[in-house]
């Protein structure tokens, strides 16, 4: 193999024939693909999109790409005629923009067509129940009702994450000792 160069008004010049390095074979990581799940309520008649449920990903709440496209994804949802339920069931990172902002573990806020800009935010601690709440549909429509604590309940149990959780260690972050206490109380209790 030869390089071959050239330069205005001179002749052709052959570099010589150099050596290949010998590269080291690794194997990259599995690349998981990130999907991102939400629910939408629909009329049947029209297909009109009439409740969207989001359940907040790790990456809605770092700062980045993730981020900024779920913002710009509630945004539209809160700019059109489609009522929102978004559940935040995560300790880590910042929590999605609400005014005044209410501190807390975990969140759910329900916004409604008719109620905007208000909406309802139930605010969570580790040591409180999950919401009971309407969840909503059109005007007219029976809204049902909606126990998240009893639905989150069945996932673990039909999961059998007690089998896959080790409760003896710190979850990350971390609790408060004062929490990570209570919570080893609530499991010598069950024993």
């Given at each position: 193999?030869?390089?071959?160069?050239?330069?205005?008004?001179?002749?052709?010049?052959?570099?010589?024939?150099?050596?290949?390095?010998?590269?080291?074979?690794?194997?990259?990581?599995?690349q998981q693909p990130q999907i991102e799940r939400y629910l939408e309520i629909r009329e049947v008649a029209t297909g009109n999109v009439v409740t969207?449920?989001?359940?907040?990903?790790?990456?809605?709440?770092?700062?980045?790409?993730?981020?900024?496209?779920?913002?710009?994804?509630?945004?539209?949802?809160?700019?059109?005629?489609?009522?929102?339920?978004?559940?935040?069931?995560?300790?880590?990172?910042?929590?999605?923009?609400?005014?005044?902002?209410?501190?807390?573990?975990?969140?759910?806020?329900?916004?409604?067509?008719?109620?905007?800009?208000?909406?309802?935010?139930?605010?969570?601690?580790?040591?409180?129940?999950?919401?009971?709440?309407?969840?909503?549909?059109?005007?007219?429509?029976?809204?049902?009702?909606?126990?998240?604590?009893?639905?989150?309940?069945?996932?673990?149990?039909?999961?059998?994450?007690?089998?896959?959780?080790?409760?003896?260690?710190?979850?990350?972050?971390?609790?408060?000792?004062?929490?990570?206490?209570?919570?080893?109380?609530?499991?010598?209790?069950?024993?």
């Open positions: 193999m030869s390089v071959v160069q050239r330069q205005p008004g001179a002749e052709a010049k052959t570099a010589s024939a150099a050596t290949l390095s010998q590269p080291v074979l690794v194997q990259l990581p599995e969207v449920i989001e359940i907040i990903s790790p990456k809605n709440k770092q700062s980045g790409e993730g981020r900024n496209q779920y913002l710009s994804k509630r945004a539209k949802v809160l700019n059109s005629q489609s009522h929102l339920i978004e559940i935040d069931l995560l300790r880590n990172g910042t929590p999605l923009p609400v005014n005044p902002n209410q501190p807390s573990d975990y969140r759910v806020l329900i916004s409604r067509v008719e109620q905007r800009p208000l909406a309802q935010l139930y605010p969570l601690n580790l040591r409180e129940s999950l919401p009971c709440f309407l969840m909503p549909l059109q005007t007219g429509d029976q809204e049902p009702t909606i126990d998240l604590n009893e639905l989150m309940q069945s996932v673990y149990e039909a999961a059998a994450l007690d089998l896959s959780i080790d409760y003896q260690q710190q979850p990350k972050p971390s609790l408060s000792e004062e929490d990570y206490q209570w919570v080893q109380h609530l499991l010598s209790e069950k024993k």
